[in-house]
């Protein structure tokens, strides 16, 4: 049987893992599940007693700083089971099921939690989360009773976050309707803290190009070298839902994610849109940035301001543009405002930029 440990041995062996102790030591909880997982899901009760389900194994929340691992984890966790199992990043996850609530309130529901859970629970044995997090109070308030309701029904939740439990939501507006939940994370899920000294994903672009012109072959080598490190050829849209409308991401795995300057800053979008995209990322790679003048005014604009959510956030930037920052914006209305925009892109371009993890 090949557990969890052999898989991580063999990817340090075959090169595409460093070893990391603190790694290691998270190894045993996943392949505590795993092992349960492959158990017989029923026990026996004798010749005329009916079978009942076995008790799920306790779930795991693996919290601890950006890029230590906890993703790449994930990715053996699930790749190990045998049962049905969801990976899906929680923010995504969450903005699918507000807008199931919506649509089953609509329908004149009158507990759509239920049959929310009930859909969920039936499709899956596991579900798999990246990068736990609460700040939006519409999820606090339904987050309670739906993975309640999940536990209830014998779903495994395994997640990640950068946040310990008592940290989630914190400030947030009416937080104290939110404890039961951090409650019921410690009694159904092992806390464990995954606290690696390293952080490989900066790792990964210490001393490597973050901004690359003219927009050539060798760029776009180099942006799909890059981008196959940080993903491992693990890619899918990511839908957010921002007041009613779907923003999409083409191209996302583990918090980062790929799209060209027209999928983001060539359609209609506004400041919250973009705020919800830096909310959801910890890296963005922006392809095919032009020269911006008094032609794209509009998409100007609109980049300026995905580049202020970006950085406020404090997400790390790969760009391929057409010219420097300096020299992207030369002329027309708002070439004065752009120069703000340019020192920024100067300053994201930073071997530390990134940290500490907001």
């Known amino acids: 049987m090949t557990t969890l440990t052999d898989l991580y041995d063999e990817r340090v062996a075959e090169g595409l893992l460093l070893r990391d102790p603190a790694q290691e030591e998270a190894l045993p909880e996943l392949e505590r599940i795993r092992a349960e997982l492959t158990k017989p899901q029923t026990e026996k009760k004798g010749l005329f007693r009916k079978s009942k389900p076995v008790e799920p194994p306790k779930g795991l929340y693996l919290w601890g700083g950006v890029g230590r691992g906890k993703s790449m984890l994930m990715d053996l966790f699930v790749e190990s089971l045998s049962v049905p199992v969801r990976r899906v990043h929680f923010h995504a996850f969450m903005q699918e099921m507000q807008s199931e609530l919506h649509r089953l309130r609509g329908e004149g529901v009158e507990d759509p939690v239920k049959p929310m859970a009930r859909a969920v629970s039936d499709a899956v044995k596991v579900l798999a989360f990246d990068e736990m997090q609460i700040t939006d109070i519409a999820d606090a308030m339904l987050v309670g009773r739906l993975f309640e309701q999940l536990f209830d029904a014998g779903t495994v939740v395994v997640t990640t976050s950068n946040r310990v439990p008592d940290d989630l939501y914190k400030d947030g507006l009416n937080r104290q309707l939110f404890l039961p939940f ?138 391929s543009a057409r010219d420097e920052p300096e020299s992207l914006y030369i002329e027309g209305p708002g070439a004065f405002e752009f120069e703000r925009t340019a020192s920024r892109l100067r300053e994201m371009q930073s071997a530390d930029w990134g940290h500490p993890p907001r």
């Not at 464990?192 to 776009?220: C, I, M, W």
């Not at 890296?283 to 980049?303: C, D, I, Q």
């Open 182 to 319: 951090i409650e019921l994370i410690k009694q159904r899920l092992v806390v464990r803290e995954l606290a690696s000294e390293k952080d490989h994903r900066q790792d990964r672009l210490t001393g490597a190009r973050v901004y690359f012109t003219p927009v050539d072959n060798e760029a776009r080598a180099e942006i799909d070298r890059v981008w196959h490190e940080l993903t491992h050829g693990n890619e899918e849209p990511l839908i957010l839902h921002v007041k009613g409308r779907k923003v999409e991401l083409p191209r996302f795995h583990n918090g980062v994610a790929r799209a060209t300057f027209y999928e983001l800053c060539g359609q209609m979008m506004g400041p919250g849109d973009y705020l919800a995209i830096a909310d959801a990322l910890r890296l963005l790679v922006l392809e095919n940035v032009p020269r911006l003048g008094r032609s794209n005014f509009n998409e100007a604009k609109r980049f300026v301001t995905l580049i202020d959510a970006l950085y406020e956030a404090r997400v790390r930037l790969i760009v």
